[in-house]
């Protein structure tokens, strides 16, 4: 089990981390209110806006394409948090939050537009309704996040790849998108 606090791997059945010395409980879980939708044709919610997330994922290249170094966001302290604070920011629109939690290290994130950043999110504005951080792994200065995004009334499974930089972690969007 890993700390949620400081990332710190611990045994099973302990109460306290080993590291940092704060309580280890269950993960936090995100709540939210996913309106019903019908869905006669059984596609998810991914399969239903690919032609959106498609979009979105070359305007996401663009935006890295106009960066020229590497990204200086604020980070969090763990895998877990990093990832909340994208999804958060891009459920509540923040694009402060979103840009903070990113990295790349072909492109410097910090140095896009203003509206560079509001195209990306207008485009990724309210796809996420809610999410739930299932798993994580640490490996050294590189992690994994497995979430269940919804949105739209379905709900989908993925992947983030994180990287820590300077004692932060960020959503390595190299790797991820």
């Not at 010395?21 to 044709?41: F, L, R």
């Amino acid at each position: 089990m890993y700390c949620k606090y400081c990332g710190s791997k611990n045994n099973k059945n302990v109460k306290f981390c080993a590291s940092c010395g704060k309580a280890i409980g269950e993960e936090e879980v995100v709540e939210t209110t996913v309106k019903p939708v019908s869905n006669t044709n059984g596609e998810s919610f991914f399969q239903k806006n690919k032609g959106v997330i498609a979009v979105a994922a070359v305007i996401v290249i663009v935006l890295f394409l106009l960066g020229n170094g590497n990204g200086k966001g604020n980070g969090s302290s763990s895998p877990e948090a990093a990832s909340k604070q994208f999804l958060e920011g891009l459920k509540t629109c923040n694009t402060k939050k979103v840009f903070n939690s990113i990295y790349s290290e072909e492109h410097d994130v910090s140095e896009l537009t203003a509206e560079d950043k509001k195209q990306f999110m207008d485009n990724m504005c309210g796809m996420v309704d809610g999410y739930k951080i299932l798993d994580s792994d640490i490996d050294g200065d590189e992690a994994e996040v497995e979430v269940r995004i919804t949105g739209d009334g379905d709900s989908d499974e993925g992947t983030f790849y994180l990287v820590k930089v300077r004692g932060k972690w960020y959503i390595d969007m190299d790797r991820t998108f």
